[in-house]
T-cell receptor, first 115, second 114 residues
Framework: DSGVTQTPKHLITATGQRVTLRCSPRSGDLSVYWYQQSLDQGLQFLIQYYNGEERAKGNILERFSAQQFPDLHSELNLSSLELGDSALYFC??????????????FGPGTRLTVL | SQQGEEDPQALSIQEGENATMNCSYKTSINNLQWYRQNSGRGLVHLILIRSNEREKHSGRLRVTLDTSKKSSSLLITASRAADTASYFCATAASGGTSYGKLTFGQGTILTVHP
């Protein structure tokens, strides 16, 4: 158990819908990262927040958005869902915001299925 | 696109044998990390090697880094059935505003037969 929690574990929805994925980082970790894992694209970095502020952006679609709240939990919002958005979405956390210093601790993931 | 390419894509061995996985990357890095993922579950950090290090050990794991060749290898000695998983290398870019971004390779699927 990494100490990172994600809800829900599974999500099944229809095209065009909007969903919210939630992540609680390890106690004391200030940085939260979101990744998408799919068969064709592999594991892709989406976005990073550090202490409430966006710090780095990866291959995140405009239909997707995220935020980190004052209690440090984070939410990833996916809208106008398409079949291709079906994937495993992981949240990770670390103490500080720089990958140069430390590893990231991953949550169990949310499996999103878009029908 | 993925930063790294891992080789082999799949590896099947018997318990007790050693497993070696390789990772190549394209850009300058600050560190390289290896992660393990059991089927459909979250990733678990194994080891981090910085760009100024050449070799690192952790239990049955040995990681090497050759920045001149932009490559790394992960050796698992005396493998066990419980080592069956996917193994990913991930790179942290040097400089710029990369902050916490990790770029993952495609992974190697390791199967250890009892």
């Amino acid at each position: 158990d990494s100490g990172v929690t994600q809800t829900p574990k599974h999500l099944i929805t229809a095209t065009g819908q909007r969903v919210t994925l939630r992540c609680s980082p390890r106690s004391g970790d200030l940085s939260v990262y979101w990744y998408q894992q799919s068969l064709d694209q592999g594991l892709q970095f989406l976005i990073q927040y550090y202490n409430g502020e966006e710090r780095a952006k990866g291959n995140i679609l405009e239909r997707f958005s995220a935020q980190q709240f004052p209690d440090l939990h984070s939410e990833l919002n996916l809208s106008s869902l398409e079949l291709g958005d079906s994937a495993l979405y992981f949240c990770a956390s670390s103490v500080v915001g720089l990958a140069v210093y430390n590893e990231q601790f991953f949550g169990p993931g949310t499996r999103l299925t878009v029908l | 696109s993925q930063q790294g390419e891992e080789d082999p894509q799949a590896l099947s061995i018997q318990e007790g044998e050693n497993a070696t996985m390789n990772c190549s990357y394209k850009t300058s890095i600050n560190n390289l990390q290896w992660y393990r993922q059991n089927s459909g579950r979250g990733l678990v950090h194994l080891i981090l090697i910085r760009s100024n290090e050449r070799e690192k050990h952790s239990g049955r794991l040995r990681v090497t880094l050759d920045t001149s060749k932009k490559s790394s290898s992960l050796l698992i000695t005396a493998s066990r059935a419980a080592d069956t998983a996917s193994y990913f290398c991930a790179t942290a870019a040097s400089g710029g505003t990369s902050y916490g971004k990790l770029t993952f390779g495609q992974g190697t699927i390791l199967t250890v037969h009892p």
